[in-house]
């Protein structure tokens, strides 16, 4: 007799989440022993391919708990993943919006004097195109994840408000595991991470909750500070805190970050009511 699975979308949405992330673990253990044991001696090359495993069961299993817990067999276009024109334009909008306001930050703190620009190598190029490729594949998959499947299952059960505090808490706080000693020391990332998930459910509410704006902006981000940290492209000159500037060069660990995202946040909120 085959389980009937439907019932666990009657569950509160905490038990729902948690039966998904067990599965996930279930079919990665099986998966990451050997990784571990063939590429053990390449601890980054361990990471990547454990992650991309990770990352494809993850996907295959979105398949198999829509169909099997909803009946949804289009679950991509509920979570915003539409092939589009329209979303095609916004992630490209986001994209250039990420980058130029990623930008524009240190633009404004070398005008202070607070860090220097270097003069690019030839690799300049090799940069821009890896950054790009690396940046919208990690937009695409943590869009996926916190403003797909995350933001979906939460709306089942609570109010807009509940829904953006508590998508946008996972999102800073699942980034923010590491040592408690490090946490101390670089806690300013924390509240610039919330920020950031703030923005991305707003963005993707004052786009018709397309996720193509969401994907892009996150990848502009990180896009820009690909670029500009491995094209070596920037000096800090030390004449400030790095709590203002970023602790460890880190610009979402700083208040100069904090007041951007301020500003991105308040349009981006003001589009969302809007809509």
């Avoid at 679950?75 to 589009?84: A, S």
């Avoid at 990623?102 to 195109?129: A, D, H, M, Q």
């Avoid at 933001?151 to 980034?175: C, M, P, Q």
């Avoid at 060069?249 to 500003?263: D, E, K, Q, S, T």
Wanted: glycine content about 10%; hydrophobic content about 55%; some cysteine.
């Amino acid at each position: 007799m085959k389980p009937n699975l439907t019932r666990i979308s009657y569950y509160p949405a905490p038990i729902r989440i948690g039966i998904f992330a067990f599965i996930l673990l279930l079919l990665w253990i099986p998966v990451t022993i050997p990784v571990h044991l063939i590429f053990g001696s390449n601890q980054n090359l361990t990471t990547v391919v454990n992650i991309v495993f990770l990352y494809l069961e993850f996907i295959g299993l979105l398949f198999i708990w829509n169909r099997k817990v909803y009946h949804n067999f289009y679950w991509w276009k509920q979570y915003g993943l539409v092939l589009t024109k329209k979303n095609g334009l916004e992630l490209l909008q986001g994209l250039g919006l990420g980058l130029g306001f990623t930008v524009s930050l240190f633009i404004i703190e070398s005008i202070l004097g607070w860090v220097n620009f270097s003069i690019p190598s030839l690799r300049i190029v090799k940069v821009v195109i890896e950054g790009l490729l690396s940046a919208l594949g990690i937009a695409f998959a943590e869009e996926l994840l916190f403003r797909g499947w995350l933001l979906e299952e939460l709306k089942f059960d609570y109010i807009s408000s509940t829904v953006l505090w508590v998508n946008s808490l996972l999102f800073a706080g699942l980034h923010f595991i590491k040592p408690l000693a490090e946490i101390i020391r670089t806690f300013p990332q924390f509240p610039a991470l919330l920020f950031l998930g703030l923005i991305l459910v707003w963005a993707k509410r004052g786009n018709e909750n397309r996720l193509g704006i969401c994907i892009g902006l996150h990848g502009g981000f990180v896009w820009g500070f690909y670029i500009l940290n491995v094209g070596q492209l920037l000096d800090y000159t030390e004449k400030i805190s790095p709590w203002i500037t970023g602790i460890d060069n880190n610009p979402l660990a700083g208040v100069m970050g904090l007041l951007f995202f301020g500003v991105l946040g308040f349009y981006m909120r003001i589009k969302a009511n809007i809509k």
